[in-house]
């Protein structure tokens, strides 16, 4: 089944870029998301790219895709300490329907 | 739409007890999801149903877990008897179908359950 791979854990100052780095094993995957998870929350809907895409620009976040290496990046530029929370990749393809998250990286953004 | 409802949102209870966890997905939604966080293993994919139908239960832990939605609006997950290790986060989810736009999934507020 599909592995998907996340560090746990990022510390940014308020103001950086904070980047998020995902790996994945599924070859199939035709979208991949970005679910963001707020202290006592459910998970939301951040960000998409379409797995023809190599990038994709939503106001402060870019979504690199590197479908050779299965390798998927987050980036927050100016960080604020409003994006704390933990972010999950999602690869979606030929799972019958199932959306296999990481573990999830716990962003901390200091003021 | 008020979104994925589940209840409670809250449940302490005793080990060898029974929970049961509720869920009223987004009305016109064909999947529902049941998930489980933890610090330990993160989060991890139960079971889902597509009209009603369980389709994979792959992810459920043990025979002392069981899901059931007897209608399009209502889902339950039942622990019986509970266990320590039980304790986390559960999440219900649903979405419409399976083809962009309509597979974006939404998450309730998750049920935090702690057996002792």
């Known amino acids: 089944g599909e592995d998907v791979e996340q560090s746990l854990f990022l510390s940014v100052r308020e103001g950086d870029s904070s980047v998020i780095n995902c790996t994945y094993t599924d070859s199939s995957s035709t979208y991949l998301y970005w679910y963001k998870q707020e202290p006592g929350a459910g998970l939301q809907l951040l960000t998409y790219?379409?797995?023809?895409?190599d990038m994709k620009q939503d106001q402060r976040l870019t979504v690199l895709l590197n479908k050779k290496d299965k390798h998927l990046s987050l980036r927050i530029a100016d960080t604020q300490t409003g994006d704390s929370a933990i972010y999950f990749c999602a690869p979606y393809g030929n799972q019958g329907g199932k959306l296999i998250f990481g573990q999830g990286t716990e962003l901390s953004v200091k003021p | 739409d008020a979104g994925v409802i589940q209840s409670p949102r809250h449940e302490v209870t005793e080990m060898g007890q029974e929970v049961t966890l509720r869920c009223k997905p987004i009305s016109g939604h064909d999947y529902l999801f049941w998930y489980r966080q933890t610090m330990m293993r993160g989060l991890e994919l139960l079971i889902y149903?597509?009209?009603?139908?369980?389709?994979?239960d792959s992810g459920m832990p043990e025979d002392r877990f069981s899901a059931k939605m007897p209608n399009a609006s209502f889902s339950t997950l039942k622990i019986q008897p509970s266990e320590p290790r039980d304790s986390a986060v559960y999440f219900c989810?649903?979405?419409?179908?399976?083809?962009?736009?309509?597979?974006?999934?939404?998450f309730g507020p998750g049920t935090r359950l702690t057996v002792l």
């Open positions: 149903f597509n009209n009603n139908v369980p389709i994979d």
């Open positions: 790219i379409f797995s023809n895409m």
């Open positions: 989810a649903s979405r419409r179908g399976l083809v962009f736009p309509y597979n974006e999934q939404f």
